[in-house]
């Protein structure tokens, strides 16, 4: 066997180790998310719950703002500055990233308060679940930024433990107790315990990566120097995971506004189920974000190129199971919520399909970000998705929530096909199921290679 494949075996199993520890950690948030979700869907009722589903998606829509695109740009510039020598710029680039963090989310959510409270003086409709959105907005940033900071120095457990398995872990638990104290909360009572326990998760998890001797405190020594060099590329960031997020998020929203809260927690409990399908492509996804950015921008195409085969071959298999398991047992994962949730059995099977094409397409959107393409991106994903959730402000009101699920379907199916051919053809990575043909075709450059300028 030769140098060349023993070394290229040797990746592989790296990734896969570290995919397998992430998958672990991801299955037991997803069981954890669901265990929360249902018990809040049955302890709540319907309607409270409804609001619940509106603020939490709010509030992760604002949130992924609030991080700036940081918690991509990390994943890029920290192997980025290593491969390169340039150790001190990596620790400015996390620092500096935290604290753009720390401070977008602090203005947003002062931002939102300002807002419900503009709502609550003209008199429309309740608003302390927009109080307690806010309240959310920047533990949930803070804690996407930790954890790709971690990520990117090569954690896994100390990036994902504390906020995907103790805060998934204690919320229901919490709820549970103060039900057998005789206390019912309240969609806005239960966005405020979410952001209170995602706190501590947070103290917590700093204390770790303290002891560990991870990088992960913000700092402002170098911020002007870092948004000066990598601030435009930030901004493309910052547009292509919000872009993203509100993929995931604003259909919730949308209904909420549109229809009623009861259709919102309907719609929310569907698209959460959906998201079990992309379960290992999320997962696997999380390790090899740095990993590409590593050997693409060290010149090493082949090696590229077989960890976006591996992630898009273990992801679709894995989707494709799940994906069969929603047409045979949705209703009965849905009347897990309640008996009113089954009404989106239908909501599931059309957004699962759209999620089909994010496994099918493999790891497409981390290889524009990794390689110096978000511009690429954003304008590619972002245009797609951005005419889709158009659309879907003028069929909810007439289709209701199939219209919303099958909008979003199409739309994410058109883009994510759209940017995985442009990434095969322009950054010279098949990032879908046909990459793995391609792995041998594959030549290594002498040189590194330098990320592109992003320009507005």
Same mark, same amino acid.
């Given at each position: 066997?030769?140098?060349?494949?023993?070394?290229?075996?040797?990746?592989?199993?790296?990734?896969?180790?570290?995919?397998? /520890?992430?998958?672990?950690?991801?299955?037991?948030?997803? =069981?954890?998310?669901?265990?929360?979700?249902?018990? *809040?869907?049955?302890?709540?009722?319907?309607?409270?719950?409804?609001?619940?589903?509106?603020?939490?998606?709010?509030?992760?829509?604002?949130?992924?703002?609030?991080?700036?695109?940081?918690?991509?740009?990390?994943?890029?510039?920290?192997?980025?500055?290593?491969?390169?020598?340039?150790?001190?710029?990596? +620790?400015?680039?996390?620092?500096?990233? =935290? %604290?753009?963090?720390?401070?977008?989310?602090?203005?947003?959510?002062?931002?939102?308060?300002?807002?419900?409270?503009? *709502?609550?003086?003209? @008199?429309?409709?309740?608003?302390?679940?927009?109080?307690?959105?806010?309240?959310?907005?920047?533990?949930?940033?803070?804690?996407?930024?930790?954890?790709? %900071?971690?990520?990117?120095?090569?954690?896994?457990?100390?990036?994902?433990?504390?906020?995907?398995?103790?805060?998934?872990?204690?919320?229901?638990?919490?709820?549970?107790?103060?039900?057998?104290?005789? /206390?019912?909360?309240?969609?806005?009572?239960?966005?405020?315990?979410?952001?209170?326990?995602?706190?501590?998760?947070?103290?917590?998890?700093?204390?770790?990566?303290?002891?560990?001797?991870?990088?992960?405190?913000?700092?402002?020594?170098?911020?002007?120097?870092?948004?000066?060099?990598?601030?435009?590329?930030?901004?493309?960031?910052?547009?292509?995971?919000?872009?993203?997020?509100a993929a995931l998020n604003m259909d919730t929203i949308f209904v909420g506004?549109?229809?009623?809260?009861?259709?919102?927690?309907?719609?929310?409990?569907?698209?959460?189920?959906?998201?079990?399908?992309?379960?290992?492509?999320?997962? +696997?996804? $999380?390790?090899?974000?740095?990993? /590409?950015?590593?050997?693409?921008?060290?010149?090493?195409?082949?090696? %590229?190129?077989?960890?976006?085969? *591996?992630?898009?071959?273990?992801?679709? *298999?894995?989707?494709?199971?799940?994906?069969?398991?929603?047409?045979?047992?949705?209703?009965?994962?849905?009347?897990?919520?309640?008996?009113?949730?089954?009404?989106?059995?239908?909501?599931?099977?059309?957004?699962?399909?759209?999620?089909?094409?994010?496994?099918?397409?493999?790891?497409?959107? &981390?290889?524009?970000?990794?390689?110096?393409?978000?511009?690429?991106?954003?304008?590619?994903?972002?245009? +797609?998705?951005?005419?889709?959730?158009?659309?879907?402000?003028?069929? &909810?009101? /007439?289709?209701?929530?199939?219209?919303?699920?099958?909008?979003?379907?199409?739309?994410? %199916?058109?883009?994510?096909?759209? &940017?995985?051919?442009?990434?095969?053809?322009?950054?010279?990575? @098949?990032?879908?199921?046909?990459?793995?043909?391609? &792995?041998?075709?594959?030549?290594?450059?002498?040189?590194?290679?330098?990320?592109?300028?992003?320009? $507005?």
């Amino acid at each position: 066997m030769t140098p060349a494949r023993t070394d290229l075996r040797s990746i592989l199993r790296t990734g896969r180790s570290r995919s397998l /520890v992430s998958l672990m950690i991801k299955v037991a948030t997803a =069981g954890l998310t669901y265990a929360m979700y249902v018990v *809040l869907s049955r302890t709540m009722g319907a309607e409270e719950y409804g609001y619940f589903a509106f603020g939490l998606s709010l509030a992760t829509v604002l949130a992924i703002g609030a991080s700036m695109g940081q918690q991509t740009a990390i994943l890029r510039y920290w192997p980025e500055d290593q491969v390169a020598g340039r150790p001190d710029k990596a +620790i400015e680039a996390l620092r500096s990233g =935290g %604290a753009l963090t720390f401070i977008a989310g602090a203005v947003i959510s002062v931002a939102l308060l300002l807002f419900g409270a503009g *709502l609550g003086v003209f @008199d429309h409709g309740p608003v302390s679940h927009f109080y307690a959105a806010a309240a959310l907005i920047l533990p949930m940033a803070l804690a996407e930024y930790w954890s790709s %900071a971690l990520r990117a120095q090569g954690s896994v457990w100390t990036a994902l433990t504390p906020r995907d398995i103790g805060w998934r872990l204690v919320t229901p638990l919490a709820v549970v107790g103060l039900v057998w104290l005789g /206390v019912t909360l309240s969609g806005w009572e239960a966005l405020l315990l979410t952001a209170l326990v995602l706190a501590a998760a947070l103290g917590v998890q700093y204390l770790v990566a303290q002891r560990r001797g991870y990088e992960i405190a913000p700092g402002t020594s170098g911020l002007g120097s870092y948004w000066q060099a990598r601030g435009k590329a930030s901004r493309w960031f910052l547009i292509g995971t919000v872009i993203d997020s509100a993929a995931l998020n604003m259909d919730t929203i949308f209904v909420g506004l549109l229809l009623a809260p009861v259709s919102a927690g309907i719609y929310f409990n569907a698209f959460r189920t959906a998201g079990l399908l992309t379960l290992f492509m999320f997962a +696997i996804t $999380l390790v090899v974000a740095p990993m /590409v950015a590593q050997h693409y921008h060290a010149g090493e195409m082949r090696k %590229a190129q077989a960890i976006t085969a *591996l992630c898009a071959w273990a992801g679709f *298999l894995f989707s494709l199971v799940v994906f069969v398991g929603f047409v045979v047992f949705g209703t009965e994962l849905l009347a897990l919520f309640g008996p009113h949730a089954t009404e989106g059995y239908w909501v599931l099977i059309l957004l699962s399909v759209g999620l089909m094409f994010d496994a099918a397409t493999g790891p497409a959107r &981390i290889v524009l970000m990794m390689t110096g393409h978000e511009r690429d991106y954003v304008r590619i994903w972002g245009a +797609i998705m951005l005419v889709g959730l158009v659309i879907e402000l003028l069929v &909810i009101p /007439v289709w209701g929530l199939v219209g919303a699920a099958a909008v979003n379907a199409l739309s994410r %199916a058109v883009a994510q096909s759209a &940017i995985a051919v442009w990434g095969t053809r322009k950054v010279g990575l @098949d990032p879908s199921l046909f990459g793995v043909f391609s &792995i041998n075709r594959r030549v290594d450059r002498a040189e590194p290679q330098a990320a592109p300028v992003a320009a $507005l």
